[in-house]
């Protein structure tokens, strides 16, 4: 990132507080000068120990500084703690909200591990740089003018020694710091890598066991957390360089003045007495010349943490409310849906997906969407939702481009169960909340019974307040199914969109379940991703779907005796599972999915 522009990133984190560091800033002055107060009155103490003045007065006095010098700076240094906690906080929230936002294509191509990373980890180097760096700025830049100022009134030509030398010992920093500012970037890169790996690790665990690769694993999460030591020692390394020339300076000055001034007392341009009071100027130097030094490298790590910080803020985000807020949501009735000539492609250089697909479904009534495995089904949803947007033609919803619809409204009338059923940690009333946070008592309770989960409720030792584990693994894949359309129904929806599993489901659950599907489509736009011949049989429309077009439109009955696909994935795809009583066709149902 330029520079300038690090500079009005990092701006934009500290302004909200400049009037904290500024307090800060005051308070460590007025700590400093309390200080240096200090060595005075111990000097009149002294004097007067042997004298007849009493020392009482004396000593309240320097009692009183240490005492005001040490909460001065205890309170400053709240303050300054306090801020910093604050800037992380703020950068935090802003980050998180922005990252929930993101468009879905935009997370697809990053990783979940380094997305938190940067909300977890990037954002602590924001602490410093925002604060004590600010702080040693002011402070120490003002210790140093005050005094080269006090050199310069004593003597100009060995001031001018001492700015050489600084100038020289700036030069070697300017190639330095830029190294710590890398060094952090790449450590940083490192620990995201470590989240990446450890994301991956805990998210399939079981395929982890079962697979025997926790020493692998082990060893790649090792390799990234080695990556993170190296690029820190590095950065360290270089801020040792960064640390020690400070000392390098103040040593060379040293000699320098005591060489050059040597000769000007010898001349008779200055008095002993104004070299030694010149070289302990000097040594004085060192202390703010270092907090100087350790400003500037904390500004690097802020500026490679304010990088990333950036880099994840400039992904594309949605505006969920759009620009007007209406919404199907809005409406009343089953919803419409239609898509017009849609062509759509994931990413541009991957074929396309959908190459002119084209239906009409005018609810209420359930349509199914058959095909091959990779026809372009499930993606028919995901433009629905909006989550992603078409290349060409238009998807509408109640007559209206989905485009033109406001996300947030847009998806407040769809309920939809994906194919793998997510189910989040939390407790089971949470997760059937979770896109219905004002559903009442009474319609959970009638959902549970819709979505024949009463029993496991009443089994679940705290009921509803059960937690259901990391992705629900403490549900089986059956009950994770119905917990999904459990949470959809919910919603009320006025457009349903199932995404069949393509297992999981017992055929006492599965027939119960197609009658809830049956019912929920006698008012509302049900589309269905079917796998199950109990379904398509069930359902008023299908629409065969093969390699991104749609083949044919039909009821089950026409589609077997006019579609030869058809025919073929109804007598060789489809589950038969609990499709008791539904007529089979073909002479084998097999038990291949079709996804
Ligand atoms: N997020 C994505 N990014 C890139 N390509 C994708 C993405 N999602 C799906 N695809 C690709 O798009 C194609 C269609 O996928 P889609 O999920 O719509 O198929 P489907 O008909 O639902 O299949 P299935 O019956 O197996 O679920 C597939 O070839 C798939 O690899």
Redesign the pocket.
Known sequence: MPARETWRVLYRHFRPHRWAVALGTLFALVGAVTALLQPLAAKELVERLGGEESITGVLLVLTALVVLGTAIESVGSYILERTAESVVLAARRGLVGRLLRLR??EV?RTTPGDLMSRITSDTTLLRSVTTDSVVAAVTGGLACVTTLVMMAVMDAVLLGVVLGVIVLIGGAMALVLPRISEATRRSQEAVAEISNRLERVFGAFRTVKASGAEARETAAVGEAAEEAWRQGLRSARWQAVAGSSVGLAVQVSFLAVLGIGGARVASGAITVADLVAFLLYLFYLTDPVSKLVSAATEYQMGAAAVARIEEARRLAAEDLEGESASGPAEGEGPASVVFEDVVFR??DG??D?HRGVSFEVAGPGMTA?V??????????F?LIERF?EVTGGRVLVDGRDVRDWAPAALRAAIGYVE?DAPVLAGTLRENLLFAAPEATEDEVREVLVRARLKELVERLPEGLDTPVGHRGSQLSGGERQRVAIARALLRRPRLLLL?EA?SQLDAVNELALRDVVAEVARETTVLV?A?RLSTVTLADRIVV?DA?RVRAVGTHAELVAADRLYGELAATQFLAAGAGGVPRTGPAVGTAT??
Do not use: I, N
């Not at 091959?372 to 499930?378: D, E, H, L, N, R």
């Open positions: 879905l294509p697809e994931y990413r991957l074929p997906v969407f095909g091959p495995s990779g026809a372009g089904k499930t993606t028919v995901g992603h194919q995404d393509t991703v796998h779907m991104g079709a996804g």
